[in-house]
């Protein structure tokens, strides 16, 4: 494997997915999908504590997840990127597929006959 490859997947590892390895963080990207928020209305829209809320956010802010913009008194949060909910839609996906597998194995083992020794 390239030096060049083991750096990228270290950056990816540092910046992305240690942005995305807590589900409170990743709902509050798709609330964002939707629309620009604050900290307060996110709060309500997610019924999660403000203080949780802020906590994710600077997370997401210090790995350029997300982007922080006054507006007078309020600072409005939107994604860097949209392609991180793309991201996140592939491996739902990903996760639905194995889910189905699985599924579909435990059919099949429950219907099968146990064999006798």
Known sequence: MS????DEINRLHAHVCSGL???IRILI????????FNVT????T???PQPTISRHLK???DRNIVAAEREGQSVFYSLQDH???D?????RGVLAGSLENQGILAQSAAGSPISEK
């Open 87 to 91: 991201a996140l839609e592939l491996l």
């Open 3 to 6: 030096k060049v490859l083991r």
């Open 21 to 23: 390895a807590d589900p």
């Open 46 to 48: 997610l019924e999660i």
């Open 41 to 44: 209305e996110l709060s309500k």
């Open 29 to 36: 990207l798709y609330s964002l999908a939707e629309s620009k």
């Open 83 to 85: 392609r991180i909910i």
């Open 59 to 61: 997370v997401l802010r």
